[in-house]
């Protein structure tokens, strides 16, 4: 039986980010995806690519938040010049609406925003509406997640990724403290280093191995609203609720946060609220009708801090999960510490804040719900 050098288990954005860094690092890769690839959490996400109120999450979700930002436009750029499919990275800026009383949120924008009285919030989103005040965010950019995961699809076969669909990771392998391979399927397959980046379904695996994870499903529900090209230009939060223009006029209004465990039906409540929540923040868009409705599994964790870390006693395992809701956001960071962690190599990024020995103390406390 041969033993591959390097297996990810997920086909999420963190895990095909992670085949990516492995493969470009010269590793022959195998990726193993419980349902079609992508087709998660990850195509479901909005896109934007910032935590959506910065000041409410620990510096280590602003470190990965960061370095991901910063990676985006290069890596959208490449994977639109070698596969041809545009992940459509769009640098649209962020509108806030509302006033925040937070004085850490206050301290936040005068480093990165923009405060906007009714007029200038006119001239920024013209003819849209807008009263009151806001914030605006202008080097807030989004990318269109579905695009993404199909352009990361396309890049891993480019790199000779073997990528396995329908194979579902039922548990681990092990020679004394040593990893020794999955068994998929029902089948073995030998492994000697894998990475688990598995979103909401690690928790319930690791669990089984003695670790575990404060990492459970959280369902979000979006719908999009058909507009013209060209009808929204930012992006727009208010309190919970946030509409994301795409190029071709679809905006799309998010989310729900709903503790429903594994399943992850839509549900006619939901979307009553979300279209009331958009006509709310932007009353031109009752003119337009709903085109889809779905929902995605987010894998919640205390403080939406991701845990990216060695097993602590199986040797040649390392964990990448629990992003919450800022898996797009972070993925790049995030896929990037997890294969030099698997690779033995230095990062840039300290790994001390995602260790996975925080578990223990994390187990009580629930999730950043806000």
Known sequence: MRTHPYV???GGVIGLLTARELAMAGCEVRVFEQGALGREASWAAGGILSPLHPWRYPD???ALAQASMAAYPALCEGLARTTGIDPEWTPSGLMRLGDDEIPEARRWAERFAVPLE??????????????GQGLWMPSIAQVRSP???RALGAELRRLSVTIHEQATVEGLTRQGERLTGLM???????????????????????????????????????????TPPGFLKPMI??????????????????????????????????????????????????????THHWAGLRPSSPHGVPYIGEHPEIRGLVVNTGHFRNGIVLAPA????GADLALGRDSPLD????????????????????
């Not at 995030?334 to 510490?337: I, N, V």
């Open 334 to 337: 995030s896929a990037r510490l």
């Open 118 to 131: 009714p007029r200038e919030l006119a001239a920024v989103c013209p003819g849209r509406g807008l009263g």
């Open 237 to 290: 939060l208010q309190g919970a609720r946030y509409l994301v223009p795409r190029r071709d006029g679809a905006v799309l209004v998010g989310s729900t946060m709903e503790n429903a465990g594994f399943a992850k039906e839509t549900t006619a409540a939901a979307r009553d609220d979300l279209v009331a929540a958009a006509h709310a923040i932007l009353p031109e868009l009752a003119a337009y009708p709903v």
């Open 184 to 226: 998929v399927n029902g089948e073995a397959v030998a492994a000697s280093r894998a990475v688990l980046c598995a979103g909401a379904w690690s928790g319930p695996l690791l669990g089984r191995y003695g670790l575990p994870l404060p990492v459970r499903p959280m369902r979000g529900q979006m719908i999009v609203i058909q």
């Open 60 to 62: 280590a979700v602003t």
């Open 147 to 149: 695009r993404l995961m």
């Open 351 to 370: 790994p001390a804040p995602y260790g996975l020995d925080r578990a223990s103390g994390d187990a009580g406390e629930g999730a950043v719900l806000k």
């Open 8 to 10: 990810v288990v997920g």
